[in-house]
């Protein structure tokens, strides 16, 4: 990760880390120093589970946790987390009841939906990082440009 974050820097590409609280609470260099670089985090959930599997209260859990955990961060980085987003792991955002409930939790944490873009998700996996610089490459070569959502 960390040399993710190098690497998006040295070519000036802006980005959203969707992170984990389990992952963020391991306490690697790769939060504070993203942080650092200008880019921003966002909150995906605790451990990544299903919602529509679990109770509301355990959604709102989830991102409870990993909310105060980027709060921290951000803290100790002196640094405004603004705006704040929230991605559903798997984008599965449960029934409407749970969909609502959650929405409304969010809005009172301070988050905000993020506005419709063209985004361009990539998973932390074992297998994504050997072509994460050949995918930005390629995009680049093709003409593509990157930016945050408008605030
Ligand atoms: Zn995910």
């Known amino acids: 990760m960390p040399r993710k974050v190098k690497y998006l820097s040295d070519k000036g590409i802006p980005a959203i880390w969707f992170c984990q609280g389990n992952h ?3 306490g690697s260099d790769f939060a504070p120093l993203a942080i650092r670089k200008g880019f921003l985090l966002g909150n995906h959930s605790f451990d990544h589970p299903h919602f529509s599997a679990i109770k ?6 989830q991102i409870e ?4 955990l980027l709060e921290s961060l ?3 980085e002196r ?6 987003y929230f991605r559903f792991p798997y984008g599965d955002k449960g029934d409407v009841r749970v969909k609502k409930a959650i929405q409304d939790f969010l809005r009172r944490m301070g988050y905000v939906a993020a506005p419709s873009a063209e985004i361009i998700l990539i998973h932390d ?3 994504t990082s ?5 995918i930005v490459e390629r995009l680049l070569e093709k003409g593509f440009s990157f930016e945050l959502p408008a605030r």
């Open 65 to 68: 946790r990993t909310h105060w």
């Open 56 to 61: 509301i209260a355990g959604c709102l859990e």
């Open 130 to 134: 050997e072509y994460f610089e050949r």
């Open 125 to 127: 996996h074992e297998e």
């Open 79 to 84: 640094i405004e987390w603004s705006p704040r």
């Open 74 to 76: 951000y803290l100790s």
């Open 24 to 26: 963020l609470e391991q």
